[in-house]
């Protein structure tokens, strides 16, 4: 996986600096007056968080990451940096993107993040011009020969196709917000606080994104697991993936200390109850390549609120590539 190449700073400590500093109004000057006016405003900051791009953190909270390196037991393969016993006041860059991926139960069954670009905004003859982009997620299925006569014509069938399309214009938008005060900023491990919870963040959209994907799903009552129901569906073994509900319905670990659900590889999930077997490589998750970052002074005390938001929205290519576990 190649890493995002311009490293940024974590935005939670860039605005919630900025939001502890800001004065609570702003100065209008008025022509023919010597003094400006102060308008009251809040104490305020604002910032994005791009997920292409490769986000510093201090090299000694890196053990929070909870995430293997390639080459070390249990390898997932994602390149984010674990660096043991690294001396105060050193830094790492982890990639956003893979952190995201490793978090995510449904990304390692099969489904893939794509974080897309938005269309871009132009300037014609003053007006400004939007545009709008809509994508497409599609899978293909075996074409149906069938036996046909000699002299006659063969039958139509329909195309071997199940597209999904999506567009940013009906994604939804999701938010986290929490308080940070000035007493957790002088407590001990106040000083990576900051970090910390911008590592929850990255952790958090990749729980978010089972949930969309694992909802999606859901909602349409997929019926119960066979491997003839698998069959059916032109689906290979080695595809099948399944996901562990809260509810740990037909989770068996076998004596090979491997987790499996109704004899499929299985990997365990917070984002939904029921256990959802299915192809996952024919899913995505979608997400917007910038999340919006938000601080906010709430008091005179120095306590500030911070907020951020995400565009994200699953797409399922065909409902009837997932089933439940009886």
Not at 219 to 241: M, N
Not at 264 to 272: D, G, K, N
């Amino acid at each position: 996986m190649t890493k995002p190449r311009i490293p940024q700073q974590n935005p939670l400590a860039v605005v919630d600096e900025q939001a502890r500093n800001a004065m609570p109004f702003v100065e209008k000057w008025t022509p023919g007056f010597d003094e400006p006016r102060r308008i009251a405003a809040p104490a305020a900051a604002s910032t994005v968080f791009d997920l292409e791009r490769s986000l510093v953190i201090p090299a000694d909270m890196s053990y929070l990451l909870g995430i293997t390196t390639p080459g070390a037991d249990h390898d997932h393969g994602f390149d984010v940096p674990v660096v043991k016993d690294a001396p105060a006041g050193e830094t790492v860059e982890i990639d956003p993107r893979a952190m995201l991926e490793a978090n995510s139960s449904v990304v390692r069954a099969g489904s893939r993040i794509l974080v897309a670009q938005v269309a871009p905004a132009e300037v014609r003859e003053g007006l400004q011009v939007m545009f709008d982009r809509e994508a497409l997620l599609r899978s293909v299925d075996p074409a149906p020969f069938a036996l046909v006569a000699d002299g006659a014509d063969a039958g139509t069938s329909p195309h071997p196709l199940h597209d999904a399309a999506w567009s940013w214009a009906s994604c939804p938008s999701f938010g986290f917000r929490c308080v940070i005060t000035r007493a957790q900023h002088r407590a001990v491990g106040g000083d990576g606080l900051r970090a910390a919870i911008m590592i929850g963040v990255l952790k958090g959209l990749g729980e978010l994104a089972d949930k969309l994907l694992l909802n999606a799903i859901l909602a349409v009552t997929p019926a119960a697991f066979s491997l003839g129901a698998a069959s059916a569906r032109f689906a290979k073994f080695d595809e099948l993936r399944a996901l562990v509900g809260t509810a740990g319905t037909g989770a068996v670990v076998g004596q090979d200390g491997v987790l499996r659900a109704n004899g499929i590889m299985a990997e365990l999930t917070a984002a939904a109850t029921q256990t959802v077997i299915g192809r996952f490589t024919r899913t995505a998750i979608a997400i917007h390549p910038t999340l919006d970052v938000h601080a906010h002074r709430i008091n005179n005390n120095g306590d500030t609120e911070i907020s951020v938001f995400c565009n994200a929205q699953a797409v399922v290519s065909n409902p009837a590539d997932f089933w439940v576990a009886a």
